[in-house]
């Protein structure tokens, strides 16, 4: 797939799809939620030229969820960047998606390179665990990959925030090793965003100099600022990401009318 200089980029995030049709988390039914955000997408940004999924498309891990997911995005498949989140299964996004990610030190990741923009995806899943964390090996790949492209601006996509969103009970199960992602950074201050999901809810920090934005969820939102989870009955939402060829970004969170 060829890009511009600039990219439109649509970033969805924590779907928690079943192989049911009417499987539900927290008692929502998730399906119909992913449905009406692609209606939304394909009316309100025909011509994005990324879909990026950050985890947590399959709540049941099941390659049959996956292989429904990719028919729910018909054509947009060919457009689709994904990493897994705590609750995926590593081997079945390599099976369903085989275009959609790469593989480094045993991890799924994606790489997306115009001649200004370059866009990286991470895998943050600890299996077994929510917590989520890089690990040394795959942050020697993301400097790696920095470090050959020093003259281009770049933004970094995951699962786990690497900041906190004033939630504790959420805040304790971030992105362990946040600090040697600070560090990785701090070298390469050509990364204008950090963008992950994993919380179900908007929030917006700094991890050293680097502006990092969490998203909220295509299946149940969380209400923010809370000592233990509650769930928010917002609708379904997704993130736009506009890379200019100038070097500036910007970005806006839509939410859909309600399901």
Known sequence: MTFGTSLTIVQLTDCHLFTDPIGSLREIVTRPRLRRVIEDIRRRVPEADLLVVTGDTAHDEAQATYEEFSRDLGDWTDRLRIVPGNHDNRASLRRVFPDACDEASGRVVFRVETTEWLVLGLDSQRIGEDAGELGTAQLTWLGDQLEAARTRNAVVFLHHPPIEVGSPWVDGIGLLDARALENVLAEHP????????????????????????????????????????????GPPAYRIVELHATGDWSTTVVRCASV
């Open 190 to 233: 050509q990364v204008r965003a950090v963008i992950s999901g994993h919380v179900h809810q908007e929030a917006s920090g700094l991890i050293g100099d680097t502006t990092a934005h969490t998203s909220p969820a295509v299946g149940p939102q969380f209400r923010p600022h809370t000592e233990t989870l509650v769930i928010d009955q």
